[in-house]
């Protein structure tokens, strides 16, 4: 139970604050005083926060810039730092076949996976926003392929879409559904990759949803219930309009982890080089910068297609901001 | 005063965070003990070996860091050699990359002993020297290959099932694959061998310049390594193998469904097999190889000079290649000597294996040893190469482009090794 603020009924004393003591001080220590007072109260919020600021510039910003002053270097990683070279390394990457194939990768594993785990996570947390018996049960188990590694995540879906021997091409089998070349086929591969990340991530955004859903004000669903709303209806005219902030932090939380996708395409690659696939089918671009900076031991054109990942991302993070704003000029209209 | 205190609070985590780079742990503990640590991939075989060094030394004690395989060694060790630090006081290379790791010069230590000289085969001991004659490397086993092959289903095709007699059936590539043309006509849905990429692998041993030429230069158009690849395409189209990729959860399911019958088999090779097919009877090992011998991988021991304790790790891996330490580890998981002093060693010659119906793999590998009479030069760019030609051999393999395409692909992805 919070603290109730308010003086209890029986108390009606008022305590005045105490008053200031008397300045004793002459003019000039008073003045100075004064302005020390005024600089710290300008001061010292800057001053709190600046240790988030200072760890943003030591982890942060330097790595960001220095990955800039590596990208225009020939930079192997063992041997170091190289020639100046300009961008000549930007050009390389983007003159690079794998560049293009696996950029679409990365946006069509993306768009397969937030799109329909947004979709499925705000379903299932407006019901477990309901009267359930052992809501609590409920809640918790959701969230419990987020608890799983990847790694394991990745041993488990292995299994599961093995292309000649995994359970769901055995079981399409006895359909008579001629098996489905999961690390072959592009756009099979995709989705299996995106089945990985919704099954991890859906519970987590699923809670965060619920979180917001139950900062509703039941008073507006009960005036609803008197206006005839079904729940149907009151779950769009009430709970998404009301939960929007939230998910406006999870689509632009998810977009920035989807394009970053790494370790369930990485660990579902079976082949030696696992960069993607034999034809890079499923590749991603920050497996592009892993294959440049590891296997070829470039670690210049690895901080160049870094950087490039970078802009990519600066660029759909300004696509979702205007998206967004459009959104909720059009909520304030209605 | 607020202003003091939080000024005070960010310089605090300031210093604090700058006082994190520089913690240079000093391995040498307060009892005068030194603990030497030796990373491995695979099974090596070191662990009784381990023990009995601890147990007899009480002032340098071994401790083993195990890894899953040779592709997450090698992300460590370049990562940490990139840092110069973190590696372990020995690190294990394997064979393929130790062209790579000589051109490093400097990052690791010379090994060079006088009274070594002649331990080892003479090309292993060649592996493991740089340009200038250093000793970079000791190796602990080599590769030597037989032929793995499921007598049972030799006996469904009306093939011989005796490992002498299956021996006389694949002196030469020919011969091999007109066998195994007979053998998917009397057994449908079952493949000859185990996969593209290990046939591939276990032809390419038996180049002399596969990759590159002596003096280093890239040359991946020559006439054999065409030959290699235009056989290997070819048989896919045939059925010969399985389509199936080395090592991925279909090749390792495919030892319980009677997926092949043969496959190349080198020393290490057996205890790989023995896990896979776990409950499979028939399994047998023959001395033969087509085409002649063929190694087919083996590792070195390496002192990274970034360590601490480079005196008593240089000592550790001296006495864990010594031949005596090297018998025990074969018996442990099968991995195949490379000092020719343990060839003469009873528990070598004598060595059976109950899971291939008893062959005697300790004899029939000191044959295929000697046999093995073409070492492929293999120049820095080797593994790098390798796992492009094996990818174009995987394209091919599920389907994803044909022959031609794929072959263009892996010249334009050699191209882009720089």
């Given at each position: 139970m919070p603290q109730d603020l308010k003086p209890s009924g029986g108390d009606t004393r008022t305590v005045s604050p105490p008053l200031p003591p008397p300045a004793t001080a002459g003019p000039p220590r008073s003045a100075w005083r004064q302005r020390l007072n005024r600089l710290d109260v300008r001061l010292s919020p800057y001053l709190y926060i600046s240790p988030f600021f200072v760890l943003f510039l030591l982890v942060g910003m330097f790595p960001l810039a220095y990955t800039a002053w590596v990208s225009v270097h020939d930079w192997s990683l063992i041997g170091g730092?190289?020639?100046?070279?300009?961008?000549?390394?930007?050009?390389?990457?983007?003159?690079?076949?794998?560049?293009?194939?696996?950029?679409?990768?990365?946006?069509?594993?993306?768009?397969?996976?937030?799109g329909p785990q947004v979709v499925i996570a705000?379903?299932?947390?407006?019901?477990?926003?309901?009267?359930?018996?052992a809501r609590t049960w409920w809640r918790m188990s959701i969230l419990l392929p987020f608890v799983v590694s990847p790694v394991a995540v990745a041993i488990i879906f292995g299994s599961l879409y093995g292309d000649r021997y995994g359970l769901i091409n055995e079981l399409i089998g006895h359909l008579g559904i001629s098996p489905i070349q999961w690390h072959t086929d592009r756009f099979a591969s995709h989705v299996a990759i995106a089945s990985m990340v919704n099954w991890r991530w859906t519970g987590y955004n699923a809670l965060i949803f619920l979180a917001?859903?139950?900062?509703?004000?039941?008073?507006?669903?009960?005036?609803?219930?008197?206006?005839?709303?079904?729940?149907?209806?009151?779950?769009f005219s009430i709970t998404l309009p009301m939960i929007r902030p939230t998910m406006v932090f999870v689509i632009i939380t998810s977009t920035i982890g989807g394009l970053q996708i790494f370790a369930e395409p990485r660990l579902f690659d079976q082949t030696a080089t696992h960069s993607g696939g034999s034809d890079r089918q499923f590749g991603t671009i920050t497996m592009l910068v892993y294959d440049f900076g590891w296997q070829l031991r470039d670690l210049g054109r690895a901080s160049a297609t870094a950087w490039l990942l970078f802009l990519v991302i600066c660029a759909f993070a300004i696509v979702n901001y205007l998206l967004i704003r459009r959104l909720g000029a059009l909520g304030e209209e209605s | 005063m607020r202003l003091a205190s939080s000024a005070?609070?960010?310089?605090?985590?300031?210093?604090?965070?700058?006082?994190?780079?520089?913690?240079?742990?000093?391995?040498?503990?307060?009892?005068?003990?030194?603990?030497?640590?030796?990373?491995?991939?695979n099974e090596f075989g070191y662990e009784g070996l381990i023990e009995e060094w601890n147990s007899s030394h009480d002032d340098i004690k071994i401790e083993q860091v195990k890894v899953g395989t040779w592709d997450d060694a090698k992300a460590n060790l370049y990562t940490k050699l990139a840092a110069g630090s973190g590696l372990s006081d020995i690190e294990a290379i394997e064979g393929d990359a130790m062209p790579a790791i000589l051109a490093e010069g400097g990052a690791f230590e010379d090994l060079t002993d006088s009274e070594l000289e002649g331990r080892w085969l003479d090309w292993v001991a060649e592996k493991a020297t740089n340009a200038d004659g250093q000793m970079i490397g000791y190796a602990t086993d080599i590769g030597p290959e037989g032929i793995c092959y499921r007598a049972d289903l030799f006996k469904k095709a009306g093939l011989p099932t005796d490992r002498e007699e299956v021996a006389g059936l694949m002196g030469t590539w020919d011969d091999y694959f007109a066998t195994g043309e007979k053998f998917i006509e009397e057994v449908p849905g079952t493949a000859w061998y185990d996969s593209s990429g290990g046939l591939a692998q276990a032809m390419l041993n038996q180049v002399e310049n596969p990759f590159e030429t002596?003096?280093?230069?890239?040359?991946?158009?020559?006439?054999?390594?065409?030959?290699?690849?235009?056989?290997?395409?070819?048989?896919?189209?045939?059925?010969?193998?399985?389509?199936?990729?080395?090592?991925?959860?279909?090749?390792?399911?495919?030892?319980?469904?009677?997926?092949?019958?043969?496959?190349?088999?080198?020393?290490?090779?057996?205890?790989?097999?023995?896990?896979?097919?776990?409950?499979?009877?028939?399994w047998d090992f023959a001395n033969v190889f087509p085409g002649g011998g063929g190694n087919w991988g083996g590792s070195f021991l390496t002192v990274p000079a970034q360590g601490d304790n480079i005196e008593e790790a240089k000592e550790v891996a001296n006495w864990l290649t010594d031949p005596e330490q090297q018998i025990k580890a074969f018996e442990a998981k099968n991995t195949?000597?490379?000092?020719?002093?343990?060839?003469?060693?009873?528990?070598i010659k004598t060595a059976t294996n109950e899971f291939f119906n008893d062959a005697p793999v300790g004899q029939i590998l000191v044959e295929r040893a000697e046999a093995v009479t073409v070492q492929p030069y293999k120049g820095p760019k080797y593994s790098d190469i390798l796992q492009a030609f094996q990818a174009a051999i995987i394209r091919v393999d599920d389907g994803s482009q044909d022959p031609d395409k794929s072959w263009e692909q892996f010249l334009s992805d050699v191209e882009a090794l720089g």
């Open positions: 730092k190289g020639d100046f070279v300009g961008l000549e390394n930007f050009r390389e990457v983007l003159d690079n076949p794998y560049f293009g194939k696996q950029l679409v990768n990365t946006v069509s594993i993306f768009l397969l996976s937030s705000v379903t299932l947390a407006a019901l477990l926003d309901t009267h359930l018996r917001a859903m139950q900062a509703v004000p039941r008073d507006l669903y009960e005036s609803a219930s008197i206006d005839g709303a079904g729940r149907v209806r009151q779950f | 005070l609070m960010a310089l605090t985590l300031a210093t604090t965070l700058a006082a994190c780079g520089d913690d240079g742990d000093a391995e040498g503990s307060a009892d005068g003990t030194t603990t030497v640590t030796v990373a491995t991939f002596d003096d280093n230069t890239v040359d991946v158009e020559n006439p054999e390594l065409q030959a290699v690849y235009d056989t290997v395409t070819g048989n896919i189209a045939k059925g010969l193998s399985t389509k199936l990729t080395q090592w991925s959860d279909d090749w390792t399911a495919s030892f319980q469904k009677d997926g092949f019958a043969t496959m190349a088999c080198p020393g290490w090779m057996l205890g790989v097999v023995e896990g896979n097919a776990e409950g499979v009877e028939g195949f000597p490379s000092q020719p002093e343990a060839y003469e060693a009873e528990a």
